[in-house]
């Protein structure tokens, strides 16, 4: 439950007021504060972001104001207006794009060094490998983490939508080679590494900069760092490295 009220935009505590609100139906603002405990003032804030949101409407009755849940069917009708007007926002960024490169400033001064912590920070850097052309890799099937499932179903979508050239030196042991088994293709290139060769992260070296991630028990963090040096050395190490294997 917290995590659908999280990807609508709503606080914890907006959670729980709609919930409330939904069993208590339509409500003034001072009945609906003094079931949550909460300030008549603090209550009108939270209402109002769920009203933003889309799933708390407000209407006035002998001089009173309302609020009152969206029934619970209508949340999918929300969610898809908001992916129309997202994909029509993405229309218009397309339409636009030319126009403000030429007005980006090239000398602007880029991060060298980011750092991503948690799923959904990693997930984001994974989306941004996924519009590359092409890139290489060192992964380990071996290392448990349900980032990296997601990750490769999407990279899957993208090699056969001819999309994605990609290289990967992979771990040797038994999931590694079912692996290369269910997913080399001819634009998905595997090559097994010797079994004395492994190692705990995944690495990715793109056109302009290197990715490399951490996983442990409980969390997984990655760094990216942008160096046109640092890309061109990794890439000769790894060219030398799949010509020889």
């Given at each position: 439950m917290k995590e659908l009220f999280k990807n609508l935009g709503a606080?914890?505590?907006?959670?729980?007021?709609?919930?409330?609100?939904?069993?208590?139906?339509?409500?003034?603002?001072?009945?609906?504060?003094?079931?949550?405990?909460?300030?008549?003032?603090?209550?009108?804030?939270?209402?109002?972001?769920?009203?933003?949101?889309?799933?708390?409407?407000?209407?006035?009755?002998?001089?009173?104001?309302?609020?009152?849940?969206?029934?619970?069917?209508?949340?999918?009708?929300?969610?898809?207006?908001?992916?129309?007007?997202?994909?029509?926002?993405?229309?218009?960024?397309?339409?636009?794009?030319?126009?403000?490169?030429v007005l980006e400033n090239k000398f602007t001064i880029t991060p060298k060094v980011k750092f991503f912590e948690g799923k959904e920070a990693v997930m984001k850097m994974y989306e941004g490998i996924l519009k590359e052309k092409s890139f290489c890799a060192y992964f380990n099937p071996q290392v448990e983490?349900?980032?990296?499932?997601?990750?490769?179903?999407?990279?899957?979508?993208?090699?056969?939508?001819?999309?994605?050239?990609?290289?990967?030196?992979?771990?040797?042991?038994?999931?590694?080679?079912?692996?290369?088994?269910?997913?080399?293709?001819?634009?998905?290139?595997?090559?097994?590494l010797p079994k004395d060769a492994t190692f705990d992260s995944d690495n990715f070296i793109c056109e302009d900069r290197i990715c490399m991630v951490s996983y442990d028990e409980k969390e997984v963090s990655a760094v990216v760092i942008f160096s046109e040096q640092l890309v061109r050395t990794q890439k000769a190490i790894f060219e030398q490295l799949w010509a020889n294997l």
């Open positions: 606080s914890e505590k907006e959670m729980e007021t709609f919930l409330k609100l939904l069993e208590l139906g339509a409500q003034p603002v001072s009945v609906i504060a003094r079931h949550m405990g909460v300030p008549r003032s603090s209550m009108y804030l939270i209402l109002e972001n769920l009203k933003k949101i889309g799933i708390v409407e407000e209407f006035e009755r002998a001089a009173m104001r309302y609020f009152k849940c969206i029934s619970v069917k209508a949340i999918a009708d929300v969610l898809e207006a908001k992916e129309s007007k997202i994909r029509h926002t993405i229309e218009i960024l397309d339409k636009n794009l030319p126009q403000l490169k983490n349900p980032v990296m499932e997601i990750y490769f179903k999407k990279v899957e979508k993208a090699i056969k939508a001819s999309r994605l050239d990609v290289r990967e030196f992979v771990v040797d042991g038994p999931k590694g080679r079912r692996y290369k088994k269910d997913c080399a293709t001819k634009n998905h290139k595997i090559k097994i």
